[in-house]
């Protein structure tokens, strides 16, 4: 699929400012790919089909879950999850996407999970550090992503689990996997 035809199917379900983030998960997106030797063409689509149920109403997102073979441990977490593999649930059966490299990557973009692929990792990071996000630790994130990107995962996953403790809030269990996994690279484990 192609830029332009990723931009058709997404922008109509985005607010104008989700769309701009979009576009610099995209550019980073395509940035990551050059370093790590990883489809440019992959990382763009995924990269802007990413967010594409994330604003969809949280009762049609439960109707997805409950009615495909999407995990049914996501209906006892937070709902803004649920958009990641509901997305790539939707882009499979409404837009034929086949690619399973791509619909992982949306899949998998927010909790991350074990043995994430480079493709995964790309979009992992290229959402979470594109220029328009600004937060704590997020600038040690960005310069690990151009050395090292299991790193810079590794760092991420850090960081959300430390936030998501200090709220007191429920963290998907394929979150705590993949930092346990990515753990055993940035110690030295590989």
Same mark, same amino acid.
């Given at each position: 699929m192609?830029?332009d035809?990723?931009?058709?199917?997404?922008?109509?379900q985005l607010t104008d400012?989700?769309?701009?983030?979009t576009?610099r998960?995209?550019?980073t997106?395509l940035e990551?790919s050059?370093c790590?030797g990883?489809?440019s063409?992959q990382?763009?689509?995924?990269a802007l089909?990413?967010?594409?149920a994330?604003?969809?109403p949280?009762?049609?997102m439960k109707?997805?879950i409950?009615s495909?073979t999407l995990?049914k441990?996501?209906?006892h977490?937070h709902s803004?999850?649920?958009?990641?593999? &509901? +997305?790539?649930k939707? *882009?499979e059966?409404?837009?034929g %996407?086949?690619d399973?490299s791509?619909l992982?990557a949306?899949?998998?973009?927010?909790?991350?999970? &074990? +043995?994430?692929?480079s *493709?995964?990792?790309?979009?992992f %990071?290229?959402?979470y550090?594109?220029?328009g996000r600004?937060?704590?630790?997020?600038?040690?994130?960005r310069a690990m992503?151009?050395?090292?990107?299991?790193?810079a995962?590794?760092l991420a996953?850090r960081?959300?689990i430390?936030f998501?403790?200090?709220?007191?809030?429920?963290?998907?269990?394929?979150?705590?996997?993949?930092?346990?996994?990515?753990?055993n690279?940035v110690?030295?484990?590989?």
């Open positions: 192609n830029r035809e990723a931009i058709r199917i997404v922008k109509p400012e989700r769309f701009e983030h576009l998960v995209a550019d997106a990551l050059e790590y990883v489809s063409e990382a763009e689509e995924a089909l990413h967010d594409y994330k604003y969809r949280v009762e049609e109707r997805w409950k495909t995990p441990d996501l209906l977490f803004e999850l649920w958009h990641a593999p &509901v +997305g790539a939707m *882009l059966l409404e837009h %996407i086949t399973q791509v992982d949306v899949a998998f973009h927010t909790t991350g999970r &074990v +043995g994430m692929t *493709l995964d990792m790309i979009i %990071i290229a959402d550090i594109e220029p600004s937060f704590p630790g997020v600038g040690e994130v992503a151009k050395q090292d990107i299991r790193h995962c590794w996953l960081n959300t430390s998501l403790l200090d709220k007191q809030s429920q963290i998907y269990p394929n979150t705590f996997y993949a930092y346990n996994d990515l753990t690279y110690k030295g484990g590989h």
